[in-house]
Antibody, heavy 116, light 106 residues
């Protein structure tokens, strides 16, 4: 059975760095891309970026200058860091597995609020 | 970026109805399209991948069609648990953009 569990700080001040980690519970970590997606309150989904087990990344151009996604294959974990956050970064953040079938497994989501 | 446009933005229907949701890409994406269902307060759930392939465990009343720039999600006979928000996503090229969502309500 595949499961993703995520955690991280839920309340940030403007200019701080958002940090989230996602752990994969399942048999095979390699061979997939590990993704981050966010959803502002009441709005649609936004793809943030992804990483594979070798550390190869793809980032959204709109976030690239502030974004770092990293992976720790020994722990089957991957992480999101987004620097210099503003209120516009307030959203539910999801981690997900990107398989040949698409985004087939998702974390539970973490609400991150940016407020002074 | 490829823009994904869903229509309608919201849709009222009844149990047993047949409903169709459309998704249009701003440029051709071949068959690289997924559909998701999202219940309130929950993560999205993959329904359809590669435009028309049913994800394992998803009821057969869900189906997808289309290629190029125009795609459709059809629910053949609505069940109470189908009232949710539906999202399309292109995975042809990064950034893998989503449509704005379609809210299906009673």
């Amino acid at each position: 059975q595949v499961q993703l569990q995520q955690w991280g700080a839920g309340l940030l001040k403007p200019s701080e760095t958002l940090s989230l980690t996602c752990a994969f519970y399942g048999e095979s970590f390699g061979g997939y891309y590990w993704s981050w997606i966010r959803q502002p309150p009441g709005k649609g989904l936004e793809w943030i970026g992804e990483i594979n087990h070798t550390g190869s990344t793809k980032y959204s151009p709109s976030l690239k200058s502030r974004l770092t996604i990293s992976v720790d294959t020994s722990k089957k974990q991957f992480s999101l860091n987004l620097s210099s956050v503003t209120a516009a970064d307030t959203a539910v953040y999801y981690c997900a597995r990107y398989s040949p079938e698409g985004l087939d497994s998702w974390g539970q989501g973490t609400l991150v609020t940016v407020s002074s | 970026d490829i823009q994904m446009t869903q229509s309608p933005s919201s849709l009222s229907a009844s149990v047993g109805d047949r409903v169709t949701i459309s998704c249009r890409a701003s440029q051709t994406i071949g068959g690289f399209l997924s559909w998701f269902q999202q219940q309130p307060g929950k993560a999205p759930n993959l329904l359809i991948f590669a435009a028309s392939s049913l994800q394992s465990g998803v009821p057969s009343r869900f189906s997808g069609s289309g290629s190029g720039t125009n795609f459709t999600l059809t629910i053949s006979s609505l069940q109470p648990e189908d009232f949710a928000v539906y999202h399309c996503q292109q995975t042809y090229t990064t950034p893998y953009t989503f449509g704005q969502g379609t809210k299906l309500e009673i």
